[in-house]
């Protein structure tokens, strides 16, 4: 039997993400700030069956492209944006079953903080929560945050595997099941006998105490990760349960998903406990000429600097000083310490990929499939179908994160064109899974596997 | 005319608060862990027209008494305890008017951490928050977020003046009003020229970049402190729009209120740009003598070794080195460098200033007014108004922190029972105010008032 296709909804706290500009299309309606535009939005994920809304984050602002980010601003595109977790709360009280991901960034903060901000979220959630691990990748981000300068990006994951360690202790080691007793007749809510002092000092990370926060429903919450890079898919391999996946290609793709299968069994994890997500645009309409139109519509709308001003962060190198119809392979792309290799390899790898045609600049801002950019499908729902359901064959991934576009009007036309020609494939759930997010995602507990590297901080007496 | 009352209602993420022991009450229900726990307490605030949600944290469980926390953990008194700002967003959603305080600590975070979360609530909340602004005074949290130790009381509030001027230089001076346009025609969201670069290089705090996140309805949240010390009160006077006492005594409070208006008169501020409220524990029942009846019963289950054990973080002395019967003021306080010095100082007032009895520390599990515990009335609503309307009017206050007894149960006594009787005697008002906390509670503009010292941070410009 194929597999069931996992669906995630992209977004971040913000007007605007990758597609520059379509804040200015009819399609697109609502205020990001406030709270009815992010419970609307949930109701509708959950309406469609859909398994999570990821959002996204970035702190600072990224300010490669032209050394400021004014076309970020103008664009709408990432900026402003605002903190994603406190969104959750919100959206989880109107929803039972849709979970929900985000980004919280591990050279900012300490993960005292972090780790007890996902335990409350978990608690609150009832368990329908994920941990999106970022390690940090623009220079704008450390800088605001009062850091000299981005780090190494392998430095950045040591402290990350570090940081792993730290929440780990307190999400898995520090309050034994069974601890909290409530018992009214001996006047005992907790029993301190099991309540144990964490100590973790490394070579970036020291903590000691006594964890605030009582074991919430999957204790660790689900682990997203984004890793690439090689060394990024060392981290990912190891810690992740979902893998965010960037990349148009069919060969790239596949390929990252069996490097990252065969990464995971190395470490002694099944090469499905990494459940692999595919960011992916769709373009929907009823038939293929009316998306066809409508891909033209976005594409008209599309703002080509605030695309390029976005890749110019991502990869840490100033698009603008190139010319916008130079072919993507003609690039010569400076190789600084910084920033994400992950990024810079897709870009490279699908450029040389790509042999039918020559791809420029200016095709990032259109919907076709370009380097470096999501999957694109436009179509009629079967169409639409038919392209996810041959990614899902062809890639060995799991599932896909659907991009923003025209938000919120074109994720409904997803969830009520392309979600029924997906159920009547048998490729999507007709109704929720029982229990926590981990527990509806791999139909096993709600706790980390045995066999997972967080597992080994759980107290021998348990 | 006499002041209207001012009200809030204390809480922290948490089962237990200061009245140790009182979840084993029949009159006490629900799970903290639960966000429908946090929804109905924010519907039936609204319904009592109460002011605020105040969320109190602390990072770390205190470990003073006996050298653990095994007391606050076997009594649940204010561990385990969870993020408390994650609860403002599903409140909010629930509610219109209710407005939201949260306590974020600025020795365990970055600035432009915590300005962004409060910028995404004030935006979500349309501008109904606070920050009460606490510089970390426990052993326990500084331990647990990787710091050497404790730091010298002064030197935090030093740290806090750096990270207030951090944050109002984010608030007030990075996003010009009028900076976000949405020309969908000329295609421009925000417009750049109009967004500045914030640099901030001070003693303890390095911040550079551009702020995530647009100007939300307040820019600056009402800002909270609690501030008791001679250094503490000097900060408060600086920033603080509202001020949390702690005492019992009538004389030490309207001196510590006499005295912080001062400060903010020589701070250039008004008098009443301050607003004083004071943590009060009520007792309400429809008579005198059913309160009293259930003001034996909570002594009854108040659990003693949970206060003392509260007591103890709280002035970083272990008490329970100490007879319980041993009279107040012949307890040998020791003098360690670190702690509240607030906390220790109202409880040597407190016991001189307390000629007619002794008071021992076993008296502190009692509901009676105990030094360094709150206020506490009880009685039937006329009782209890009088009381209220006596202390506003004896000690210049503008209103109280209702602290957390019999939760929710006393909490609907109060509203049902008492604030009809304040509404009468025209102490309470009759519906919400128009407009964000600020408006509100000041009864004029959304911002920072100019003569406010965060207001100085405002460019020029505008």
Known sequence: MKKEITLNALYMNSPGQTWAGLWKHPGSRGDFNKLSYW??????????????????DGVGVMDVYEGNPAALFRTATTAPSNEPTLLIPAMASVTKNLCFAATSITSYEHPFIIARRYSTLDHLTDGRVAWNVVTGGYQAGALAVGLPGLRDHDLRYDIADEFMEAVYKLWEGSWEDGAVIRDVEAGIYADPAKIHRIVHRSAHIQMEGYFNCSPSPQRTPLIYQAGASPRGKIFAAKHAECLFLVGHHKPYVADQVKSIRQLAV???????????????TAIVAPTDAEAEDL????????????????YSGFIGEDLSRFDLDEPMENLKLSRGA???????????????????????????GKVIAVPGRDVVFTGSP??????????????DIDGFLLTRTLDPTQLEAFVDLVVPELQSRQRYKTRYAEGTYREKLFGRGAHLPSIHTGAAFRRAER
């Open 382 to 395: 079967q169409t639409i179908a038919d392209q996810m359901t041959g990614w899902m064959d062809d890639t």
């Open 295 to 310: 891909r033209q519509d976005i594409e008209r709308t599309v703002d080509i600097e605030g695309v390029l001003a976005l």
């Open 39 to 56: 419970t609307d939005l949930a109701k509708l994920c959950e309406r469609g069956l859909i398994d999570a809304i990821f959002a996204a």
């Open 338 to 364: 910084d920033m994400s290799k992950a990024m810079r390899t897709i870009i490279e790898l699908m450029t040389r990929s790509y042999p039918d045609r020559q791809v420029t600049l200016r095709d990032m």
């Open 266 to 280: 190395e470490q002694r994890r099944d090469a499905n406990d990494v459940k692999m997500l595919l960011a992916a």
